[in-house]
């Protein structure tokens, strides 16, 4: 159970359990189990949550279905109840009840003037999702001070970082997250399009500290999941990043691709698009002759 305790925090820093507390096995007459409930908030999807804590069960060691060591059950997700049958078991509400008393006694005994870590938590995920980037980064900051934040938080702090124009701690925040697929520890549990908001926000913060090689690395795995204008902006940092270190034959062939994917979109009509595809234009006649000279 501490085992299982430490994984969760680290997972989730806001988390609170209840006092442990030890119940028969209802369902094969075998060892009683130790029993736990724990509260807390997160940013994942319920469908998300639930695939973090299969992962979190077989991190733990269990391997199938018919000889449960430990197991880990969603209750409840916002107003949604799951388990019903759980809901009326003894346990369950001897362990709701202590929850309930344990979030009572730290309320009662919090500092005056100091936040706890789930309000930080909160005003830091509402000021990100508002756009108040430099007060996100406040509260996301206070509270790495104490806990492990989640690679989702993480993100959310490397973007925030990158909003702001840092992008030295934008590239050293998200570039951990993105560099291994197979990690559990990386974001390869968000959809496609997330995952492209932290990977152009990471390669083009790589661009800005001069990093060319790794801005290439990170915008050539951004291609494959988007389109349109997002395209031909990745597409115009690939070009750039190999322009930068001087390979001028292998800027032309992305150069040329986004400057016709910006030329094909009539909504390319922002001050930026219109300063890329200008630049675009200029630097392509040269970039060929460099290369037939060379």
């Not at 299982?4 to 369902?27: G, M, R």
């Not at 130790?34 to 949550?49: P, V």
């Not at 292998?250 to 595809?277: C, F, G, M, V």
Request: hydrophobic residues 35%.
């Amino acid at each position: 159970m501490s085992r299982v305790q430490e994984v969760l925090t680290k997972t989730f820093p806001d988390i609170s359990f209840s006092k442990i507390i030890t119940s028969p096995d209802e369902t094969n007459g075998c060892e009683p189990y130790s029993n736990c409930i724990a509260r807390g908030n997160t940013m994942l999807s319920e469908s998300e949550f639930c695939q973090t804590l299969k992962r979190i069960e077989r991190q733990l060691g269990r391997t199938d279905s018919k000889h449960v060591m430990m197991d880990l059950d969603l209750l409840q997700y916002n107003d949604t109840k799951h388990h019903l049958s759980d809901w009326e078991r003894p346990y369950i509400k001897a362990l709701l009840s202590l929850l309930l008393c344990l979030f009572v006694i730290v309320a009662a005994a919090s500092p005056a003037g100091k936040s706890s870590p789930q309000e930080l938590l909160t005003k830091a995920t509402e000021y990100f999702q508002g756009g108040k980037y430099h007060e996100a980064i406040i509260n996301f900051e206070k509270l790495q001070q104490d806990y492990t934040l989640t690679p989702r938080y993480l993100a959310y702090l490397g973007f925030a970082y990158y909003k702001e124009g840092n992008y030295e701690e934008a590239a050293k925040t998200l570039f951990p997250l993105l560099r291994d697929t197979t990690s559990q520890s990386t974001l390869t549990a968000l959809s496609p399009k997330e995952q492209s908001i932290y990977l152009y926000a990471c390669g083009e913060s790589l661009f800005h500290i001069g990093n060319y090689t790794t801005s290439l690395v990170i915008h050539n795995r951004m291609l494959p999941l988007v389109s349109g204008l997002d395209k031909a902006d990745v597409l115009f940092h690939i070009g750039m990043a190999h322009y930068m270190q001087g390979n001028y034959s292998d800027a032309i062939p992305p150069l040329e691709e986004a400057l016709e994917l910006y030329k094909s979109h009539a909504t390319a009509n922002d001050e930026l698009h219109k300063a890329r595809l200008k630049q675009i234009d200029t630097m392509l006649p040269g970039l060929k002759r460099l290369t037939v000279n060379g």
